[in-house]
């Protein structure tokens, strides 16, 4: 392809995606394909010459689309809402044309500086302690991860090394298997289970602490686990504080985890994948108070700030502990300056909001959990079993697709508002739906 057919396939190309995203409210939410399907529609292997660019293009719709899952849909309400929007479109091609990788500000400078300069303007809007931003002179900073899992395991990482290498300073006889086997690591038992999953790959015990009624972890549960493991002969090290948990959107109570977290000198990083991008509302930044006790913060501007996967901020206080942790200097890699280090849609939350409403209309449902940003927790009055067959039966019906979650041994419907284009009138019929399936099972029970 040369470079005036890319303009022309360009322009193609941009056309089928505004068509596509123009009229994505008619194609089925939910593919209806088995698994494997992909396979007999493809030759068994590469092609020997070359196809036809045309009929590459006409493969989209023969083999792909059937087997989408349409996540920017208006009738996409399960896990979380992924960004999309034709600036970050425009600007991935941009990206992608540029081809730079800025693993260091030699690598590229704009890179490195952008990255630096733009999450400090985020965490401005976050009105984050200025103790996470870099500034010009600033020990903090923000990095672009790719995901939530990933700035997890970073932390968890960064705060091992740091605990090895204080209690050997303190102790120089202590080995390093030695320390390990003791280290322990705290998270909320709602918390997502990369966290648990950061564990397993930093080898140490991931002990998870009970929620409340809310389902949130307090300071006293914590303090309660902490001081059993000191006695036991173990090191708490590391807790990872949850903001927006994925079962039920709950909230840990960094306030009291916090100063906890502090006085045991153990790492704090709070997860707010799904919720951070709300925190730039002054309605919700209560909800981020206590941040200033944490080592580490991330969420992901991919869920919520119309930015495409995958896009993870995470802030520390003392980004040399991050670096510390990972540096590794081969001569290929040094140069002279190693250490230099928007628009949003919050229509999802009055969204939500109505959707509630309109479960509490109808006495055959219960809310399961508060609403306080885009996620609703709901279930029929009944057991597990019978919502099990509501969800089943709603997700067969392919009109919205939706996920469940367990919450206090209760299988529960998670309505989570995903689509940049759904508007109240999707909310309706969605609700509509559910409630049209939802007598059709009732009914069959009665007779």
């Given at each position: 392809m040369d470079t005036a057919e890319f303009r022309r396939r360009g322009k193609e190309m941009v056309d089928y995606i505004a068509d596509y995203l123009e009229n994505i409210e008619g194609r089925q939410v939910y593919p209806d394909v088995v698994p494997g399907y992909l396979r007999n529609l493809i030759p068994d292997a590469a092609p020997e010459h070359p196809e036809a660019y045309e009929e590459i293009v006409k493969d989209i719709e023969r083999v792909i689309m059937p087997g989408v899952t349409h996540w920017q849909s208006p009738y996409f309400y399960a896990y979380f809402p992924t960004g999309s929007s034709f600036p970050a479109m425009?600007?991935?091609?941009?990206?992608?044309?540029?081809?730079?990788?800025?693993?260091?500000?030699?690598?590229?400078?704009?890179?490195?500086?952008?990255?630096?300069?733009?999450?400090?303007?985020?965490?401005?809007?976050?009105?984050?302690?200025?103790?996470?931003?870099?500034?010009?002179e600033g020990q903090g900073g923000g990095v672009i991860q790719s995901t939530a899992s990933e700035a997890t395991l970073v932390a968890l990482l960064a705060a091992r090394a740091k605990i090895l290498k204080r209690l050997q300073a303190e102790n120089p006889g202590l080995a390093e298997p030695e320390i390990l086997s003791k280290l322990v690591a705290y998270s909320s038992d709602q918390a997502h289970c990369s966290v648990e999953r950061a564990g397993l790959i930093g080898g140490v015990k991931m002990k998870k602490i009970p929620s409340d009624t809310k389902f949130s972890v307090g300071g006293e549960a914590l303090r309660k686990v902490i001081e059993e493991d000191k006695a036991a002969g173990l090191i708490p090290f590391y807790c990872c504080a949850t903001l927006g948990t994925t079962p039920s959107c709950a909230f840990d109570n960094i306030m009291e985890i916090g100063p906890i977290c502090n006085s045991e000198n153990m790492w704090m990083h709070i997860d707010a994948a799904y919720a951070g991008s709300s925190f730039i509302c002054p309605e919700f930044r209560h909800l981020l108070n206590g941040v200033e006790f944490a080592d580490s913060f991330n969420f992901n501007p991919h869920k919520w700030l119309l930015i495409n996967f995958d896009c993870s901020a995470m802030w520390v206080k003392k980004r040399s502990e991050i670096i510390g942790a990972f540096k590794m200097d081969p001569l290929y890699l040094q140069h002279d300056h190693q250490e230099s280090g928007l628009v949003t849609d919050y229509r999802h939350v009055s969204l939500a909001h109505e959707f509630e409403s309109l479960v509490r209309q109808d006495k055959r449902f219960e809310i399961c959990g508060d609403v306080v940003l885009g996620l609703v927790c709901f279930r029929l009055k009944g057991s597990n079993a019978l919502n099990e067959k509501l969800l089943k039966a709603i997700n067969n019906g392919r009109k919205i697709h939706m996920v469940p979650c367990y919450l206090a041994d209760s299988f529960v419907l998670r309505f989570a508002v995903c689509g940049r284009t759904t508007e109240s009138k999707h909310i309706q019929l969605a609700w509509e739906n559910i409630t049209e399936i939802a007598t059709e099972i009732l009914q069959e029970l009665q007779q």
């Open positions: 425009l600007a991935d091609m941009l990206s992608g044309a540029i081809g730079c990788i800025g693993f260091s500000w030699a690598a590229s400078p704009a890179c490195t500086e952008l990255e630096t300069v733009m999450l400090d303007w985020l965490g401005k809007m976050l009105n984050l302690p200025k103790e996470f931003l870099a500034g010009t």
